[in-house]
């Protein structure tokens, strides 16, 4: 029998109030995105300068001009020295190490999407759907608690309260009230904010495949199915062109990945309530294992995988971590001959805590 809509709501504000969403969700979109932006800054480390430094075609000037216009602003063009780009430069690399392992992470998350955000702006004109993707990714994941799990600060903490049950002090009882009210209003506005921004990340993701999607359909080449056969002719590209031609001699399979592409984006949004959306994700992993492979995007392809992770629930991701617990185990234990303890269950079980409502 369905709920009534005051339940419903009652529901809903509980769980945007008491208990944060998806915090392992989190902790994977901060270390996919930290990592992406680590390995696309050591990428293109030969050509710093041409793209964002003082070399660039693209000069400081005519950034600042065209901020003017649009509002954007970047760290990098508040001095044209060849010195103070380089601390920039390795400022941007030692933030995003640091986003990655989740170090202090409410101040660095801010750094980061400081980072992202000049960076992008420095060279606008050269990005392209994964830069504006992680983009926005950088800027949401600032109000979440992404350092909750799977991080330094996670550690951190575990350390701190083992300390804190060892020596416990005497406080006041007024002290220790308005201590303890100080500390329920903190953690109910980082809740909010945190389960707010994973929900905004969520309708994100499922604009941007229902936008793609529908824009496909409108699009004859991708009616008649020869979309991707031109893509494959592109010079630009084809990391490797016998690979590409060698795909395209597939007619009928490129027709059908063309349909099943649009199909799998326009639908997503609408299957992320029941057990099909595991499917869907998987097949959505393969289509961007396809567009490295065949295309070249690493970039975007690696942002689209990080942000799909955030549909998958928590009880995922806590049995993914007793797998590799008990895999860690059972080597130590044949490396030392002995037999192992504590294998991991089969199954995931099923703990108390929210998961994400599209978990």
């Known amino acids: 029998m369905p709920q009534p809509m005051p339940d419903r709501i009652g529901t809903l504000l509980t769980l945007l109030l008491e208990r944060p969403i998806s915090l392992y969700a989190a902790a994977v979109l901060r270390i996919g995105y930290g990592f992406l932006y680590l390995a696309f800054l050591l990428r293109e480390f030969p050509h710093r300068n041409e793209i964002w430094g003082p070399g660039s075609p693209w000069t400081p000037a005519l950034a600042k001009q065209l901020f003017d216009q649009t509002g954007w602003a970047s760290i990098l063009t508040l001095s044209d020295s060849r010195a103070y780009f380089e601390v920039c430069y390795t400022a941007a690399l030692v933030t995003s190490a640091l986003f990655m392992l989740g170090w202090r992470t409410r101040a660095v998350s801010v750094l980061f999407a400081v980072v992202v955000t000049s960076f992008h702006a420095r060279a606008i004109y050269m990005t392209d759907g994964g830069d504006t993707l992680i983009l926005l990714m950088a800027l949401y994941l600032v109000v979440t608690a ?7 600060d996670a550690r951190r903490t575990r350390l701190r309260a083992s300390a804190d ?15 303890r009210h100080l500390r329920d209003a903190r953690l109910t506005v980082i809740t909010v904010l945190h389960n707010c921004g994973m929900l905004v990340i969520a309708a994100q993701v499922c604009f941007l495949y229902g936008s793609a999607g529908l824009y496909k359909v409108q699009g004859a080449s991708w009616g008649n199915g020869t979309a991707l056969h031109y893509a494959l002719n592109l010079d630009v590209f ?13 007619d009928v399979l490129i027709a059908i990945t063309c349909y099943l592409t649009v199909l799998l984006q326009v639908a997503f949004p609408f299957v992320l309530f029941g057990r099909l959306k595991y499917l869907v994700l998987t097949m959505l992993l393969g289509m961007h ?6 295309l070249g995007l690493p970039l975007f392809s690696g942002a689209m995988i990080v942000a799909d992770a955030v549909f998958l629930p928590d009880r995922f991701y806590r049995y993914l971590g007793q797998l590799w617990r008990g895999t860690t185990r059972r080597t130590e234990a044949r490396e030392a001959g002995t037999p192992s303890r504590g294998e991991p269950a089969l199954m995931p079980p099923q703990h108390g805590g929210v998961d994400c409502g599209w978990g």
Do not use: I, N
């Open 146 to 152: 992404c350092g909750r799990r799977w991080s330094l």
């Open 165 to 179: 049950k060892a020596v416990r002090l005497p406080l006041d009882q007024a002290s220790g009230e308005l201590r």
């Open 238 to 250: 084809q990391p490797w062109p016998e690979l590409s031609a060698l795909a395209d001699e597939h």
């Open 289 to 294: 294992v396809g567009v490295v492979v065949f």
